[in-house]
């Protein structure tokens, strides 16, 4: 089975700080990860995945993430935080074929 | 770009009632899947669906949910007797092909409210 552990409910950044959001996986087989963002009222969406080809992903408005067997981790970050990363942040895992299995999410508060 | 879409944006029900969510998922994917996000807690898997049948459920899936594509485009979940703990967002998603790493596209979601 697949899990994901999302340490930090809440995080607060001040605006131009680095974003660090952790996640570690728990896997039986090789992960395929995930980090998914949700902005309030909205769905979510794909900010990155990690499907093997490189341990450095990057994605979407500036993050990326590294993933690390030996840590078993998959942190989030962004060098400079901006008010719009204001959001909800989801590590992932596929489970099985089709699952995807999700973590308890992180808010992430930016700060003037 | 093209995106999952989901109506209703909310919908309250009376507890005992059927309730019947709608998703449009992308035009060229070929699975589609259902989430459940409770207040306050995690995004949960609940079933899959591909070739009009149900691939793959989980525990929470019981006999009160159902899965249809009616149509070329339209995939629904039925709650036929609804709980108040039904009460959640419900999310689509689809993805053009299965596996490890096929990406799921999500829905703005349905929120059900169960009085």
């Known amino acids: 089975a697949q899990s994901v552990t999302q340490l930090g409910s809440h995080v ?17 087989v090789p992960p395929y990860l995930f980090w998914y963002v949700q902005y309030p009222n909205q769905g979510l969406q794909l900010l990155l995945k990690y499907t093997s080809a490189a341990t450095l992903v990057k994605g979407i408005n500036g993050f990326e993430a590294e993933f ?45 | 770009e093209p995106e999952v879409t989901q109506t209703p944006s909310h919908q309250v029900t009376q507890m005992g009632q059927e309730v019947i969510l709608r998703c449009v998922p992308i035009s060229n994917h070929l699975y589609f899947y259902w989430y459940r996000q409770i207040l306050g807690q995690k995004v ?12 793959e459920k ?18 629904t979940l039925k709650i036929r007797s609804t709980k108040l703990e039904d009460s959640a967002m419900y999310f689509c998603a689809s993805s053009e092909d299965v ?3 096929d990406t799921q596209y999500f829905g703005p979601g349905t929120r059900l409210t169960v009085l």
Do not use: W
């Open chain 1, 12 to 28: 607060s950044v001040s605006e131009g700080a680095l974003v660090l959001l952790r996640c570690n996986y728990s896997s039986s």
């Open chain 2, 99 to 101: 596996g490890y790493t």
């Open chain 2, 44 to 55: 949960e898997f609940l079933v899959s669906f591909y070739n009009n049948e149900i691939s």
């Open chain 1, 68 to 112: 690390k067997k030996s840590e078993t981790s998959f942190h989030l970050t962004k060098p400079s935080a901006h008010m719009s990363d204001a959001a909800e942040y989801f590590c992932a895992v596929s489970g099985g074929y089709q699952k995807v299995t999700f973590g308890t999410g992180t808010k992430l508060q930016v700060i003037p």
């Open chain 2, 58 to 75: 989980s525990e929470i899936f019981d006999d009160q949910f159902s899965v249809e594509r009616p149509d070329g485009s339209n995939f």
